[in-house]
């Protein structure tokens, strides 16, 4: 077994000062497959110690060299990618073919979009041509705390630490400790790339412990949270005695308008993509809302294609799904499922219990439900698994109400024929996002929702605006 007890802090791997054991659960099996140690305060002060010392000098650091820092971690992150798909298949349960290519490509994916946009980003400029003497400076928030998720683990790091490196942060990594041994490469990584020490340190904890004591701290500056609604909540109120900036990603309850005039792929579009991850997404079209000419006919398909989805050991090569990340996400799906059985949906696909031939490991049925109305439990809560809500409507009003009628504000998505039709719906969908027609957002879209779905957006130019304090100076002499 795995044993990873160390923490990064001021650049070195050091013990814990006041650690405990922890067992990472590979989730395909049920047994433990590393063991990690839960930092205590101790370990949490000496991290934020190290950024704070460190942020002087990483801050006045000339952008280019920062830049290239970013690109000399994207040249080690790509030498270290099977490492990186290894561990996220073992930990979370990522199928190695999809953790090979979208868990690990994430990440690069982020890190070359944040090197483009900071060669762009207006890091010093005029105030414009009628203020000749007025400068905008934009400069680091300071010690930024990142608490990532186990769902999309490379995902989520490179998209706040991309950001915080290069637009002169120094930084507390708290991974997941359902998934902590990708942060953990990341970390070798990171010191690989050459960085003044305590520039990025990491400790891992849980939110209890190490995510509430960075969210509190008082010489953190910025906190930038992916995780559940739930906890964003807590770090929020955690964060406020301190006035420290929070950024949130949270949850999600993404609805997907289908119209009688959208294309033929439409549908196999939308199941594939609500099971992509094992439904562990945050924007994932778990809301099929249907227009009525052609309800049945969407169901009989969705139906048929869940059924069609095979499930097995993330080890495996190939196209299936994997387990979800853990036993109490396993028990709470199957909840949610009962519910949707209890309160009246109609289960067309799936259902309750593991997989035909899977008796051990967190293996979820794909599950479609039709017939769902919105008071129902599983139209109102994120699940996070494979189970998919379809629902029936009339009229766009109709379908914006509903759509809108949700708690959350991540992704929308919208399926039509008519692009007059699409571009009123764009406007009228209360989300952070919205993808039309299976059309996927552009290299640097900004990532983030409304609501509570979370603040502030993530990549490109709009991750590096959420890093950055604005410093308005009067009286500049023009170079």
Known sequence: MIEKKQFYINGAWVDPIEGRDCNVINPSTEEPCAVISLGGQPDTDAAVA???????????????????????????YMERAEDLAQAMCVEMGAPIDMSRSSQVGAGSYHLKNFVRAAKAFPWDAPLGDHAPNDRIIHEAVGVCALITPWNWPM?????????????????VL?????SPLDAMIFAEVMH???LPKGVFNLV???????????????DVDMVSFTGS??????????????LKRVHLELGGKGANLIFA????????RGVLHMMQNTGQSCNAPSRMMVEAPIYDRVVEEAAAMAQKITVGPASEEGRHIGPVVNETQWGKIQDLIQAGIDEGARLVAG??????????GFYVRPTVFADVTNDMTIAREEIFGPVLSIMKFDSEEEAVEVANDTPYGLTNYVQTGDSDRANRLARQLRSGMVEMNGTSRGAGAPFGGMKMSGNGREGGSWGLHDFVEVKSVSGWTPE
Do not use: C, F, Y
Request: aromatic share 2%.
């Open 50 to 76: 190290a950024a704070k010392a460190a942020l002087p000098g990483w801050m006045a650091t000339p952008v280019e060299e920062r830049i290239a820092a970013l690109e000399k971690v994207l040249s080690l």
């Open 155 to 171: 995902n989520q790091v490179t998209l706040k630490v991309g950001a915080a490196l290069v637009t002169g942060n120094t930084m």
């Open 174 to 178: 708290k991974p997941s400790e359902e």
């Open 192 to 194: 690989e790339a050459g």
């Open 204 to 218: 891992n904890g849980d939110g209890v412990g190490v995510g509430s004591q960075l969210s509190s701290h008082a």
């Open 229 to 242: 609604t739930r906890a964003g909540k807590l770090i929020s109120k955690a964060a406020a005695d301190t």
């Open 261 to 268: 005039d959208a294309d033929e792929k439409a549908v196999k």
């Open 351 to 360: 259902g309750t219990g593991r997989p035909e031939g899977l008796n051990k």
